[in-house]
């Protein structure tokens, strides 16, 4: 399978291409990142860009759209380079994908954040609240137009919370890292909901999604086994990395971040395809992780 990865340097990208590496023909492209290291030949440190698609001379038969921003923070300080990371490199991917003969299943990495707050109790309405959420609905649509005048299969994924060893951002290393620094407050009111997925469990269903070739045009919500309260993940923090303290919830509700994500996987479920990783035990491995990562800085 030839297969192009974008977004490639970025923590999603690259465990997607460590794992795909081995038994498929394999292309990455992605602008440089400061915490990735570039071993892989395959692996363009480039942006996104129809001139540079082009000049990879690679026909891909499946494209994994992952380039964007990750962060809600960061797209709300700078919603003009937010906008940038997601819709423009999604017209860029869109500009080559038209001038290939054959056309490939493209597979985006979308987000929960399309929900904005209208995640609790299920109600599944598109009102996202940051910037970043509603340039991944943008991109979305204009993958969708542009998958009917062009006809390619596209797979859309809303992700929940992806963490992982190795993740240097978002909720649980913010954790780890205040942990760190002997800070005790944390935003909201630890009442939040959200539901988690590991990077693992996403390398399976990608690897699945390729194989299973009756799944297209489709929008699909991808969350883990556990849906858990903030306080719960940040109690369970503090006790893998042996501190005996209690955390403080400043009642304070962090600008885009919604109240409630929770979801379950019953129509992955019924095209045959579940996670694995239970919270627990994915927590325990990233604090063994980060705690090694401390050693090797000290």
Not at 191 to 211: A, G
Request: charged letters at 30%; aromatic letters at 10%; one cysteine or more.
């Amino acid at each position: 399978m030839k297969i192009l990865i974008t977004g490639v340097c970025g923590f999603v990208g690259n465990n997607l291409y460590l794992k795909l590496k081995k038994k498929n023909e394999l292309i990455g492209i992605g602008r440089k990142n400061r915490n990735y290291k570039n071993k892989y030949k395959n692996i363009i440190e480039k942006e996104i860009t129809h001139k540079n698609l082009v000049n990879l001379n690679f026909k891909p038969n499946v494209i994994i759209h992952c380039a964007g921003s990750g962060s809600v923070t960061k797209s709300i300080q700078n919603p003009k380079i937010d906008y940038e990371k997601n819709v423009n490199t999604t017209k860029e991917l869109i500009k080559f994908i038209s001038e290939l003969t054959k056309k490939p299943k493209v597979i985006m990495f979308s987000t929960a954040a399309v929900y904005g707050n209208s995640c609790e109790k299920n109600k599944k309405q598109l009102k996202p609240i940051s910037p970043y959420g509603r340039n991944k609905l943008k991109s979305e649509n204009i993958l969708l137009k542009k998958s009917k005048k062009f006809k390619f299969e596209l797979i859309i994924l809303r992700f929940y919370s992806i963490y992982g060893v190795g993740l240097k951002k978002q909720l649980i290393w913010d954790v780890c890292e205040k942990i760190n620094n002997k800070i005790n407050v944390f935003y909201g009111s630890g009442n939040e909901m959200r539901s988690w997925i590991n990077i693992k469990d996403v390398n399976r269903l990608i690897q699945f999604l390729i194989k299973k070739g009756s799944i297209s045009n489709q929008t699909l919500d991808i969350s883990g086994n556990d849906v858990v309260k903030n306080k719960f993940l940040v109690k369970k923090l503090f006790k893998l990395l042996n501190i005996n303290k209690v955390p403080y919830f400043n009642k304070k509700n962090k600008k885009g971040d919604p109240i409630d994500q929770i979801f379950n996987n019953s129509i992955l479920k019924n095209l045959g395809w579940k996670p694995k990783i239970n919270l627990s035990n994915g927590l325990k491995e990233y604090a063994q992780w980060y705690k090694k990562n401390l050693k090797k800085q000290k």
